[in-house]
């Protein structure tokens, strides 16, 4: 692996800028993390399939990141390329005609609400408060309970990198489930096409103020974390599972199961990636000798 000849090739790439070096405590919703070798924006596709190019050719391990609100980065850092998507992939266009939206996947999870509502669609209110970008909603197929990013997706433009080309798929060419789709992992999301529904402005708002209630009462907005560490079992709350186990306020050192919400763990200040992972070890074992119920994580790892 050579990141000196791959920041030498990247450089004189259009529409790419690479830091060597790069904290990514700063770039994550948990505060947390070592620091990657290269953080590599790339604002156009040119860019993005160029760049992938190279670190390929070169040999170094990479990954792409959102806004790091659903990851748990190493306190030994990354040592390869964390790639985001830049300018290009934040467009965002609404036809209202057609009650479509447009977006790239770098937008902002708040801003496709955003338009969505000043623009009189329904569709997106479940979402509002939910940090991250359209991208990392769609990978995972984030939602509630109740809603999903599929309930609203027409179409899922991909870069597929063993193949090098793009990929359109349809909604229906996807497998959809609890926090997983059918998409290749070594795809990237570039952009999607939702399909929403006209509505009533008010009607929308008021939606999205009790959405965002029932979100401030029932989870720890205050200290950093990265929502919510495991997927729940089928017709359970992991939750109340470990509320259950008497595990809210467990803590390792600066790691601790929230007080709120027994599926948040959050960072009371000095937490390190490796405190986070004792507290979940701790609440992996508790509820599977309580339930038999092994839990999976919703949170990702880099460079562990």
């Known amino acids: 692996m050579s990141t000196s000849n791959a920041v030498q090739a990247l450089s004189a ?44 050719r070169e040999d170094v391990e990479w990954a792409i990141f959102g806004r790091g609100t659903n990851i748990l980065v ?9 790639l985001t998507l830049g300018r290009e992939f934040r467009r965002v266009v609404v036809d209202e005609e057609s009650a479509c939206m447009t977006a790239g996947s770098g937008a902002m999870l708040s801003r496709v609400v955003n338009e969505a509502l000043n623009h009189s669609l329904a569709g997106m209110e479940f979402a509002v408060g939910v940090p991250g970008t359209l991208g990392g909603a769609v990978s995972m197929n984030a939602g509630t309970r109740s ?79 990265c929502g919510s560490v495991f997927k729940n079992p089928p ?15 467990f803590s390792v050192g600066g790691a601790e199961v929230s007080e709120v919400h027994g599926n948040f763990i959050v960072n009371t200040g000095s937490a390190t990636a490796a405190d986070v992972v004792k507290v979940m070890q701790k609440v992996y074992a508790t509820v599977k000798e309580t339930y038999g119920v092994e839990l999976q994580p919703e949170v990702k790892f880099l460079g562990f």
Not at 74 to 82: H, L, N, Q, S
Not at 194 to 201: A, H, I, Q
Not at 235 to 249: F, H, N, P, T
Request: with cysteine; charged share 35%; glycine share 6%.
């Open 13 to 56: 790439i259009e529409d790419v800028e690479v830091v060597e070096n790069e904290r990514l405590d700063h770039r994550t919703s948990y505060h947390i993390g070592g620091k990657a070798a290269l953080f590599i924006t790339c604002h156009s596709y040119h860019a993005l399939r160029s760049t992938i190019k190279v670190l390929l």
């Open 74 to 82: 190493a306190d030994e850092g990354y040592d390869g390329a964390v």
């Open 147 to 225: 809603d999903w990013m599929s309930e609203v997706i027409e179409e899922v433009t991909v870069y597929a990198p063993t193949e090098e080309r793009l990929k359109h798929y349809r909604y229906d060419e996807i497998e959809w489930g609890y926090r997983t789709t059918s998409l290749p992992k070594s795809d990237i999301v570039l952009e999607v096409k939702l399909r929403l529904r006209p509505g009533n402005k008010i009607t929308i708002t008021e939606r999205m103020e009790r959405s965002l209630r029932r979100r401030r009462r029932s989870q720890p907005a205050a200290m950093p974390s």
């Open 235 to 249: 017709e359970r709350s992991v939750g109340k599972m470990i509320e259950d186990c008497g595990l809210k306020g």
